[in-house]
């Protein structure tokens, strides 16, 4: 109730016509997916040593271009072209975003999407018959989990994620840019959510978790966010107690996510939405954007409905896809037992709250 | 007992008193002059890499800063030298041409450094090599894209070939393809010894969509010269030339890109500090600068083998250090331009504004 309050007074002060207020539960779209915002394409590489180790890349794709905009508030991020997004800047369109692991190494993965979109024409015109197909990137710590530190991504994982990139629904869990994912002791993933407005603005988020912090209370297995779940969404109460983060994880983690709308909005607009939509990394995970957190929120806006755009809609949709994303994250992932790898998953711990 | 505000007058005037008499470009007028600082360019055939490797005593990274002002940057890992977040020392830095593809020079870099054990520690003997990273497109290709662009391998050689002393200028690394305006751009370096044993080097690879002539076909970066160092000017400027326009600027067509690194240890606070004053150097030497099309981002290392405080207060230095950056950045950038050499398509300044250069340079 306090919070419908809230947003109606929000909604009041922003002007917006009432119809556009913030319910919950969101409804989905058909896929609950970022792939429900048209022109929007995800596609995962994903490798294995066979001895518990994983690791990969995944690739959001957006082949007719989005604006696009980023916040960057994790205290230990890796990125590339994020300052091309800035409001100021000249360049409001990008072709895709390349989430990996392998550290700072894994920012390689986006030379392979670069080359992929390449060779399929997607990119913008230079000069000289030129194009640059722009891919901003973020990646998270995984080397070294079960695997030799130098098992990470390259070149390679962008390309063959590029290439396996769809418009369907998206694998969740142990893939991807999830593969080698921990997240608060449990294990980490890929996780996808989507909400369809009553405007008909399509909001999706995709996000890669890895967090030093829990998204569950460490007892009763209640999400934080467990109160922003759709009834596509596994659903728990709403526990909330302060877990004990583990300490010897503080400095290896990073969540990153994309979000993406069929909204039309300027670059600054894409930045807002970003920003808004990281609120949702903070009431999925806590602690979120610690010192050794890259923690980086992209926003894509593909910007087939031409309306005005509603910032707070979109971005407090954006916001609750993405803590939806990061509890279904957190529900597909697999535990891991392989020899003397051992790595527990929520369903393991919480076996009778696990829905998938 | 002097007060602060005393100290820092002395200090100012030290410093005036020292850009009239005392200042000297280093032994190779090149920001290898700063100790721990090395060079590597990786030439193809039309474009290029150029990797600055800043080194504490111990081999490891060293305090640094980022300016990002250009309106069309292709970067890498800038947001982690944010003075916020947590990684407090870099490792090197890779300017490059290539555009957007260039910027995978850097991973070859990364690893040839984890090669050799250099990086951020990550438990036991493992690291992550800290490799901010700019690049611009190549505009010298004579009207068709780049036959060559910088690879995880030119990355790698470019880091294998990395050296102190002499910097080779002009059409090299990351200058490779560059365009200056409407003459052949390139690589410049340029240092200074300050009177009290601060020294600062620059790096800049000048590709840029504004010109360093102005209308007299002058270069506008040859009045911060020290002493006699660009006595290959005749000062009789290019009047009787034709200036040539500079090639029509574009989203990511263009680029200044600059290194700075000075003896002196830095916060990436300070560092970034100095970054943001090292950068009118390139607003004095390059006129416009720093346009839509413009990638210009400039880094600042400092390698730590002297403390800041052995100079006076904090600001007074840091903003000691900053001044004599932005002339070192224009200085090289005047070197960048007449190192640079004619190609097939892209004539060189000398070249152009032949009663400028004596001997035709």
């Known amino acids: ?356 | 007992m002097t007060t602060c505000r005393q100290r820092a007058a002395l200090l100012l005037l030290a410093a005036t008193a020292g850009s009239a008499w005392a200042q000297a470009p280093g032994p190779n007028n090149a920001i290898t002059d700063v100790p721990g600082i090395s060079v590597g360019h990786y030439t193809g055939a039309d474009a290029g890499t150029t990797v600055v490797i800043g080194s504490s005593t111990a081999g490891q990274g060293v305090g640094g800063g980022v300016t990002q002002r250009g309106g069309s940057p292709i970067t890498r890992e800038t947001d982690l030298m944010r003075p916020d977040n947590m990684v407090e020392t870099m490792n090197a830095i890779v300017l490059g041409g290539g555009s957007a593809f260039g910027v995978s020079a850097a991973s070859g870099v990364m690893r040839c450094l984890e090669g050799k054990g250099v990086g951020f520690p990550v438990g036991g003997p493992n690291v992550v090599p800290i490799v901010p990273t700019v690049t611009t497109f190549d505009r010298a290709t004579c009207g068709g894209p780049p036959a060559s662009r910088p690879d995880f391998n030119a990355g790698v050689q470019a880091c294998m070939a990395a050296a102190g002393g002499a910097v080779a200028e002009g059409n090299v690394g990351a200058g490779t393809g560059a365009v200056a305006g409407g003459v052949k751009g390139g690589i410049g370096t340029a240092s200074v010894v300050l009177p009290n044993g601060i020294i600062v080097g620059a790096i800049v690879a000048v590709n840029s969509e504004g010109t360093p002539y102005n209308s007299d076909g002058d270069l506008r970066g040859a009045s911060f010269g020290i002493g006699n160092e660009f006595s290959v000017l005749t000062k009789a400027g290019g009047k009787a030339n034709k200036v040539p326009a500079s090639l029509p600027g574009g989203p990511l067509r263009s680029g200044t890109n600059a290194v700075v690194a000075t003896n002196v240890a830095l916060t990436k606070s300070q560092a970034t500090k100095i970054a943001e004053m090292a950068d009118d150097g390139i607003s004095r030497a390059i006129d416009p600068a720093h346009t839509a099309g413009d990638s210009d981002t400039l880094f600042v290392l400092g390698t730590a083998r002297v403390a800041l405080a052995n100079f006076g207060d904090e600001a007074s230095v840091v903003t000691q250090i900053g001044s004599a950056a932005g002339d070192v950045v224009s200085r090289a950038i005047v070197h960048a331009v007449l190192a640079a050499q004619s190609t097939s398509c892209q004539q060189s300044y000398c070249d152009v504004f032949r009663s400028a250069c004596k001997n035709g340079r």
Do not use: W
């Open chain 1, 1 to 356: 109730m306090r919070l419908h309050t809230a947003l109606c007074v929000v909604a009041g002060i922003a002007g917006a016509s009432a119809s556009f207020a913030q319910t919950l539960p969101q409804t989905p779209g058909p896929l609950n997916a970022i792939t429900d915002v048209p022109g929007i394409e995800v596609g995962h590489y994903t490798a294995t040593n066979g001895a518990g180790g994983m690791t990969g890349t995944t690739a959001i794709i957006a082949r007719g271009g989005a604006t696009a905009g980023v916040t960057q508030r994790g205290g230990a991020p890796g990125t590339r072209l994020t300052d091309l997004l800035n409001s100021q800047k000249a360049v409001g369109t990008i072709h895709a975003v390349t989430l990996s692991g392998g550290s700072a190494y894994g920012l390689a993965a986006s030379d392979g999407v670069t080359t992929c979109l390449e060779a399929q024409g997607v990119g913008t015109p230079i000069a000289n018959g030129a194009i640059a197909p722009l891919v901003a990137s973020a990646i998270l710590f995984d080397p070294g989990r079960c695997a030799d530190f130098t098992f990470r991504p390259d070149a390679s994982f962008g390309a063959n994620a590029c290439a396996a990139a769809t418009s369907g629904p998206v694998k969740m869990g142990n893939i991807g840019a999830g593969a080698g994912a921990r997240s608060g002791g449990v294990k980490g993933g890929i996780g996808t959510a989507s909400a369809v407005l009553p405007n008909g603005v399509v909001v999706g988020a995709i996000v890669a978790i890895n967090s030093s912090g829990r998204t569950f209370d460490a007892t009763t297995g209640a999400f934080f966010a467990g109160y922003i779940a759709s009834s596509s969404d596994p659903i728990v109460s709403a526990v909330q107690v302060d877990p004990a983060a583990d300490s010897q994880e503080l400095l290896r983690a990073t969540t990153i996510a994309v979000v993406a709308t069929n909204a039309k909005l300027t670059k600054a607009q894409a930045n807002k939405v970003a920003q808004m939509a990281d609120d949702g990394l903070a009431r999925a995970i806590r602690i979120a954007h610690g010192t050794g957190d890259g923690d980086t929120v992209f926003a894509l806006a593909t910007g087939a409905i031409t309306s005005a755009p509603n910032i707070n809609s979109i971005g407090g949709a954006a916001a609750d896809a993405l803590s939806r994303a990061i509890m279904r994250a957190i529900q597909a992932a697999d535990a891991i037992h392989v020899g003397s790898c051992n790595v527990a998953s929520y369903c393991e711990q919480f076996p009778s709250l696990c829905k998938r």
